[in-house]
């Protein structure tokens, strides 16, 4: 089939695409949807109505990884009802287990590992019909530029924008170094031209992702850029009115940047800075170089700039070789820290990785399971603290999108607070609201005039 023939055909042709794990891959999702736009696919939310099904996938923990079998298992009559239907694997776990996939689900027809989206639209007319397409090579150059949006489309207020990949730290557990390869930041220019493309479609608030964002060191004018310098700019970019970045490590939190946040008022008061554990020993086995005491001496320095930030972060409970007392010590450490919001997980080996081999030093599961439970107790414990401390107070809030119920709005606080009220906003609004009562996952207030 000519190319001229898809492309008299635009549009016509449907695409579900299913997002699991982390940003980046929601990120990734809506570059690849735009970039088979120009195959002549167009969005649909169900897998029923699809000429093409992706899954854009996550290898972090077993259970996200097993997930995307099951989840293809249940395509198995679409694809004998429809022997047009092409499915894709694309992700993380298409980046670690590759051939693998086709052998366990013949029915696939492409994988795409994340590194190699720009050739989505090449592999898309390769697959089908028997045709397996396969990429997971880790190549030189910038896949997000061969990713632009045509045509370019209105955008939600709020949006992501990789400006780095990849991950050179290595902790003992984690399997982003290998699927998705070395750290590189994408040159500055091209960053600061996406936002302004993305405030042109409406964009008003910006999130810069990077599997350690914090680490970004960019070509830019007169040389390399950090992440600080690169907020500065992307500051000065008219009509973007708010910037966050995730996820960040503690060992690349600069003075510069710390320093951003206190004196840039674009860059929101929230802050992910993932842990793991409070045990030295633990954190020393997870190879995360730092000690709990550093950690905790750096958010005071953070706090020292910007004194209301919303800290947040990661855990990981049942490490091999956790015990009784390093899990004590990791729940100290959410006592002093103080977090705004945390996510916690049980320890999952990953295939390849150096803590997997330890299997002689696993913790019990039901040892790991009872800790998992009391840390999110006292996180959530936590989050409802900061949330109740919000009653009363004026913020800032960008408005989203509509509520459930009739004539509610939704938008997020700048301390990433879910906030609904029934005044007369506008979608892309920002206002000052002032908050009047604390439910279990959002706040409800009422705009200020
Ligand atoms: N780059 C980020 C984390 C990416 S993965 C960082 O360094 O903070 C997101 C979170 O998943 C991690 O912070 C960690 O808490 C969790 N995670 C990663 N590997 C895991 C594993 N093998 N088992 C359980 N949780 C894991
Ligand atoms: Fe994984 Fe550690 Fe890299 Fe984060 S810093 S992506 S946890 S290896
Ligand atoms: Fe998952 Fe890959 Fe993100 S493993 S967390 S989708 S980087």
Not at 211 to 231: D, K, M, P, S
Request: with cysteine; aromatic share 6%; proline share 4%.
């Amino acid at each position: 089939m000519s190319e001229t023939k898809i492309d008299t055909k635009a549009g016509t042709k449907k695409l579900f695409i299913k997002t699991y794990g982390c940003q980046m891959n929601v990120y990734d999702s809506e570059r690849m949807a735009e970039s088979l736009g120009g195959s002549g696919y167009t969005e649909v939310s169900s897998p029923e109505e699809a000429d093409m099904i992706l899954l854009n996938t996550c290898h972090i923990r077993e259970k996200a990884a097993e997930k995307i079998y099951s989840e293809l298992g249940r395509y198995k009559d679409l694809k004998l009802a429809n022997p047009d239907l092409k499915i894709g694997v694309a992700g993380c776990v298409a980046q670690a287990e590759g051939e693998e996939i086709i052998r366990r689900q013949p029915m696939v027809d492409l994988v795409v590992g994340p590194q190699s989206y720009h050739k989505l639209p090449q592999l898309e007319a390769k697959a089908g019909k028997g045709v397996k397409a396969l990429d997971t090579d880790f190549p030189e150059e910038d896949k997000f530029e061969h990713l632009k949006a045509r045509p370019k489309a209105k955008r939600a207020p709020a949006a992501f924008l990789t400006v780095q990949e990849g991950c050179d730290k290595f902790c003992a557990f984690c399997v982003v170094p290998y699927t998705r390869g070395a750290e590189v930041s994408r040159p500055a220019e091209r960053v600061l031209s996406e936002a302004r493309d993305l405030v042109e479609r409406g964009v008003r608030e910006i999130t810069l992702l990077g599997q350690n964002v914090n680490a970004y060191h960019g070509a830019g004018e007169g040389g390399t850029w950090g992440l600080a310098r690169l907020i500065r700019e992307l500051a000065k970019v008219d009509g973007l009115e708010r910037i966050r970045f995730t996820t960040s490590h503690p060992n690349d939190m600069e003075d510069d940047l710390i320093a951003a946040h206190g004196d840039c008022d674009k860059l929101m008061p929230y802050l992910h800075l993932p842990v793991q554990s409070g045990s030295d020993r633990i954190l020393k086995a997870m190879n995360r170089k730092h000690t709990a005491e550093e950690y905790i001496r750096l958010i005071e320095r953070i706090r020292a700039a910007r004194p209301d930030i919303a800290m947040s972060g990661d855990f990981i409970v049942g490490f091999p070789g956790e015990t009784d007392q390093d899990f004590e010590d990791t729940m100290s450490l959410v006592r002093e820290v103080g977090y705004g919001s945390a996510y916690s997980f049980k320890y999952s080996p990953r295939p390849g990785t150096p803590a997997a081999e330890k299997d002689d030093k696993m913790v019990d599961a039901d040892v790991a399971s009872e800790r998992l439970h009391r840390l999110q107790e006292l996180i959530t414990e936590q989050q409802h603290a900061f949330q109740d401390a919000m009653v009363g107070r004026e913020v800032s809030v960008l408005f989203e999108r509509k509520g459930r119920l009739a004539g509610q709005m939704v938008g997020k606080s700048e301390y990433l607070h879910a906030v609904h009220v029934t005044d007369d906003v506008a979608v892309g609004e920002i206002a000052r609201v002032r908050i009047i009562e604390s439910g279990p996952n959002s706040l409800a207030g009422v705009v200020l005039r």
